[in-house]
């Protein structure tokens, strides 16, 4: 049965949704309302990013533009658990998801460059949207400390998409050497799947689990 792109995420919605934001009397916008605010804009964010990628092509056949759909639905619902108490449990699984994304970007035969700029696609989409209808519409103050988080863990992942794509590349050339027979598109697209279920079911069990303990949960809000 095929697989889209929200199979990639947890059934479970509502990590973070156990109480409304009260914005008043708070002087600048605090980690957990960011992340309530990011998660409602997962399906858009999910869908414009998807919309940018199409127009540029996606893979290289069905197999390989599902695959690409697939990590495009993880990425962005991955995206906001790296504002709050999930953090430390989620960034390195946000991390590997990223090189998986840069490493089927070279297997689409993008250039290093060209996976980046995907990456920074979504960083426009986010940074754009935050602007345009913030949390609280503008009322609370963004805080900067969380701004600069946000733009952090984008990093990452544009970091860490062009290390996936080193080492595809390298890797690759080593095949071509060697006479080794080169992965189909098909292949690449069961092995990418394989790996996301992987990635999929750890940040399952880190939202079943809740949070990582008080300290976890202090440093959330």
């Not at 409602?40 to 869908?47: I, M, W």
């Amino acid at each position: 049965m095929p697989i889209t792109s929200s199979d990639t995420k947890p059934a479970s919605s509502n990590a973070f949704e156990s109480s409304a934001p009260k914005p008043y009397g708070h002087t600048r916008l605090g980690p957990m309302e960011l992340t309530r605010w990011l998660h409602q804009r997962v399906p858009d964010l999910e869908e414009l990013w998807l919309h940018e990628l199409r127009a540029r092509g996606l893979g290289q056949g069905p197999a390989i533009d599902r695959v690409v759909e697939m990590f495009v639905g993880q990425l962005v619902y991955m995206l906001p658990f790296l504002m709050g108490p999930y953090r430390d449990p989620i960034g390195p699984l946000w991390d590997r998801a990223s090189e998986l994304y840069g490493a089927i970007a070279a297997k689409r035969g993008l250039a290093a460059g060209e996976a980046i700029e995907e990456v920074h696609v979504l960083r426009e989409l986010v940074i754009r949207d935050l602007y345009r209808d913030p949390p609280h519409g503008g009322t609370v103050p963004l805080s900067l400390r969380e701004v600069l988080r946000l733009n952090r863990a984008l990093d990452r992942a544009v970091t860490h998409a062009s290390v996936g794509h080193t080492d595809a590349m390298f890797f690759e050339f080593f095949e071509a050497e060697g006479a080794t027979a080169l992965l189909t598109g098909d292949d690449v697209a069961v092995e990418a799947e394989a790996q996301l279920d992987v990635i999929r079911d750890a940040v399952c069990e880190v939202l079943r689990q809740g949070k990582t303990g008080p300290a976890a949960a202090r440093r959330g809000h």
